[in-house]
Nanobody, 125 residues
């Protein structure tokens, strides 16, 4: 069982930056593929970024590519999402997710086994 707790959300002006963190419990965190998703009001939860457990390779949604960076620190059981050049359309609740098997990239909510409660990010124009 893995528990995920996100932090770092808040209110920021367009063009600003935020860094989200996700703290994970569990001894085998280093073997989990991790992802970030977001959900805006009235919309479905959507993929933002993913990082593999084996080599730390990353992939991103087109809407955030070049602006967001996902990273992980297996020694601290944390995964982070650095968000730069934020836009009002980035406003959403951001969720951290973990998958306990596989070595590739994972892009859908069904791919992940564990979820955090989410952290609100609001970008004002």
């Amino acid at each position: 069982q893995v528990q995920l707790v996100e932090s770092g959300g808040g209110l920021v002006q367009a063009g600003g930056s935020l860094r989200l963190s996700c703290a994970a419990s569990g001894r085998t965190f280093s073997r989990y593929a991790m992802g970030w998703f977001r959900q805006a009001p009235g919309k479905e939860r959507e993929f933002v970024a993913t990082i593999t457990w084996s080599r730390g390779n990353t992939d991103y949604a087109d809407s955030v590519k070049g602006r967001f960076t996902i990273s992980r620190d297996n020694a601290k059981n944390t995964v982070s999402l650095q968000m730069n050049s934020l836009k009002p359309e980035d406003t959403a609740v951001y969720y951290c997710a973990a998958r306990s098997r596989g070595v590739g990239y994972y892009y859908t909510t069904l791919d992940y086994d564990y979820w955090g409660e989410g952290t609100q990010v609001t970008v004002s124009s």
